[in-house]
């Protein structure tokens, strides 16, 4: 027998308006997957809070490298002389067992050597014939010739600081330990060698700079300002955790710190050529602005996508805001290793000593001192530069305590130095005996890799939970499986130049 399908064709002659009327009429319910749309609503706050985030974290970060840079104008002078009068006064008086310099004199009488040296050095570069060479080659080149520049600042900045710390070490290392060293002198000679190659270095950045700004088709400088945005494409889709972050904005502060000297003393060299007419400023200012902006909008855009694709918080900023705090408090300790000038020097790669040498000798060829009335001028701006300098600190520490408070790191500033927790302690037998003060013992079990981190290092360290769950669950290790794997990295640990792979371990 035959089946009977009546309303077959009914069905068939309806179809199409059916679905017509359901694509019509169709709805559906967000709240059915909410987690997913929440989660997206917070990507988008975030990259939202990006901007003002990052500029708190810049904002401080500048005044760091302000403070560091004016320390080697104001303080480390006046340092320089109070060491050499000990050095001269201090035989005299009879005191022959004592020391002749602290550690910390030893170190600022080698700067002030190392300046004195190189300025010497740098009053034989003609500034006028390395611009009017500079200008006389191709767009493209000079394009090439910046590039190659930047780079050419990462590298000197990346081994300079390791040339100083290898001549203060050398210098100040206790006659007692094992000397394993060229001599104080090769020291000496590498780190003037290389303070007067990366000011030099600076100064042809400068040069270029200048002739960007000078250039009747501002082409260079639009060419040169839009190698910014091609820094977005090679950042933005790499994968980041929050240690190569953090290396990251310590980049972006010290770049954007040097590029505004570099246009201080593009304005310096050519309101010396227009005779210090005012009327040139304004015609200077729309390109610095423009310069500035483009360095501003870079980062924003840089960073806001940077947190949205690795899904990390902008609260991280909070973090790397008081990990540069607690160098600045630590290094007021009483226990401090590091004079915090050399402290910025290594967590941002910011050296403050070949762009002082730089400035120094723009300022002195553009600005002549004639009369005692000039002097009295030099004299009433060096105080002004004093008082710049005690005020900014002071507003700084007072502010970095602040950061430091809130963020629970005050316990960190009473621990021992690393020296003193590597050493185990030992008695007249060579047995090793328990410390005295229960913190050094817990401070250095805590620094072995096969114990948990503290409620601080947990704060400032990569969340990789989830990562070492899933690897736990792949490879059947639990326990102990992983504990002896490298630590991972604090905040506290990083520098400009530590390398931080994808994941931190």
């Not at 500033?413 to 229960?438: C, H, M, Q, R, W």
């Not at 506290?492 to 390398?499: K, V």
Request: glycine residues 4%; aromatic residues 10%.
């Amino acid at each position: 027998s035959l089946v009977q399908i009546p309303d077959a064709e009914p069905q068939h002659y309806l179809s199409l308006v059916r679905f017509i009327t359901a694509e019509l009429t169709r709805g559906y319910f967000l709240e059915h997957n909410e987690a997913k749309y929440t989660e997206r609503r917070e990507r988008v706050y975030t990259c939202l809070r990006i901007p003002k985030e990052l500029e708190k974290l810049m904002t401080f970060g500048f005044f760091l490298c302000l403070d560091a840079f004016l320390y080697v104008f104001t303080l480390l002078p006046l340092r320089v002389i109070l060491a050499l009068l000990r050095l001269i006064t201090l035989p005299c008086c009879g005191l022959s067992g004592s020391r002749l310099l602290q550690p910390a004199q030893v170190c600022d009488v080698l700067k002030g050597f190392i300046m004195v040296l190189c300025y010497s050095m740098m009053s034989y570069v003609d500034y006028s014939m390395m611009y009017h060479l500079i200008r006389g080659q191709s767009v493209i080149k000079l394009y090439i010739i910046y590039n190659m520049l930047e780079v050419a600042d990462r590298l000197f900045s990346s081994f300079g600081q390791d040339i100083l710390d290898a001549l203060y070490w050398t210098a100040t290392e206790p006659k007692e330990k094992k000397r394993a060293h060229i001599g104080v002198i090769p020291h000496f000679l590498m780190a003037v060698l290389y303070v007067f190659l990366h000011a030099i270095l600076i100064m042809v950045q400068a040069t270029t700079l200048n002739v960007a700004f000078n250039s009747h088709n501002k082409s260079l400088l639009t060419i040169m300002m839009s190698n910014n945005f091609v820094e977005i494409k090679g950042s933005v889709f790499k994968k980041f955790e929050k240690n190569n972050l953090f290396q990251m904005s310590n980049s972006d502060i010290k770049e954007r710190f040097t590029n505004y000297i570099l246009l201080l003393i593009v304005c310096l060299r050519n309101m010396e050529q227009f005779s210090w007419n005012p009327d040139h400023l304004w015609v200077l200012f729309p390109d610095v602005v423009m310069v500035i902006a483009s360095e501003v909008a870079v980062d924003v855009v840089k960073h806001a996508f940077i947190t949205k694709f690795n899904d990390i918080s902008a609260d991280v900023y909070g973090e790397y805001r008081a990990s540069l705090a607690f160098d600045l408090v630590s290094s007021r300790q009483k226990n401090a290793y590091t004079d915090y000038s050399d402290s910025v020097s290594r967590r941002m790669g910011f050296i403050p000593l070949p762009l002082a040498l730089l400035l120094i000798r723009v300022v002195t060829s553009s600005v002549k001192i004639q009369g005692s009335l000039s002097f009295m001028c030099v004299l009433l701006f060096y105080l002004g530069m004093i008082t710049l300098k005690v005020l900014n600190s002071i507003v700084l520490l007072g502010t970095s305590c602040v950061f430091v408070k809130e963020a629970n790191m005050e316990e960190k500033l009473f621990d021992p130095p690393p020296s003193a927790v590597s050493k185990p302690t030992t008695d007249k037998g060579g047995i090793p005996v328990a410390p005295e003060n229960p913190q050094v013992a817990n401070m250095a079990e805590s620094s072995a890799p096969t114990l948990p981190k503290s409620d601080s290092d947990t704060f400032l360290t990569t969340p990789d939970g989830d990562d070492d769950k899933i690897i736990n669950a792949n490879t059947g290790l639990e326990g102990d499986g992983l504990e002896h794997r490298t630590p991972k990295k604090d905040l506290l640990e990083i520098d400009r130049f530590t390398i931080c792979g994808n994941r931190i371990d």
